[in-house]
């Protein structure tokens, strides 16, 4: 092989090996308040099987490793409020686990109501399903309660499918204060949080 194409080689391989030195990994960030909406997989069996008709969900394994996956690190006094369906909830309660954090409570009960302003009611396996929780969990001390007058009640209208109240975020604030906060699996961006999402444009 002639010496200047050998010499093309090495310079290729030293600039290919420059640029994988110079890639950083994302750093990692910490959090004191984590919001999350994961897109649930269903069993079509729960009745609750039209989810994956209308937008991307993921398996339960994938939402268990997504905090590691994305660099997303619970500080060691932190919060989760983490949403889940009736017929999910041990499945929220393992990645609740995963996630480093210890069950609580429900936060909020949202009560949804169709466009005459009256109980919505759905498709389920035994009753006519209608509420979602969204579950409180702690690490460590979790954070200090600074307003207890905040109803675990939410009534709204249904909005698009999967879609939660928009004043859960600003309930949260008033909750716990405005400290370091994430939207995980967020569908838009939102003032003051760091949002992960693929809807988030």
């Not at 600074?146 to 698009?160: A, E, G, H, P, R």
Request: proline share 4%; hydrophobic share 30%; charged share 35%.
């Amino acid at each position: 092989m002639p010496i200047n194409k050998i010499y093309d080689r090495i310079k290729i391989r030293e600039e290919i090996e420059k640029i994988e030195k110079d890639k950083k990994e994302p750093e990692q960030k910490y959090f004191e308040i984590i919001y999350a909406d994961p897109p649930w997989s269903y069993n079509r069996n729960v009745g609750e099987g039209i989810a994956s008709e209308e937008y991307s969900t993921m398996e339960l394994e994938d939402i268990k490793y997504y905090l590691s996956e994305n660099k997303i690190v619970p500080k060691d006094n932190s919060i989760l409020f983490l949403w889940i369906t009736f017929p999910l909830l041990k499945e929220g309660l393992e990645v609740m686990k995963s996630w480093g954090f210890e069950y609580k409570t429900c936060g909020f009960n949202w009560i949804k109501l169709d466009k005459k302003g009256k109980p919505f009611f759905g498709i389920g396996h035994y009753t006519k399903s209608n509420s979602e929780l969204c579950l409180i969990g702690t690490k460590g001390k979790g954070l200090r309660i600074l307003d207890n007058t905040i109803s675990q009640i939410v009534m709204t209208k249904k909005d698009k499918h999967s879609k939660k109240p928009d004043n859960i975020p600003e309930l949260i604030v008033k909750l716990v204060g405005d400290r370091k906060k994430a939207d995980l699996f967020a569908r838009k961006e939102r003032k003051g949080w760091d949002v992960y999402g693929d809807e988030v444009k």
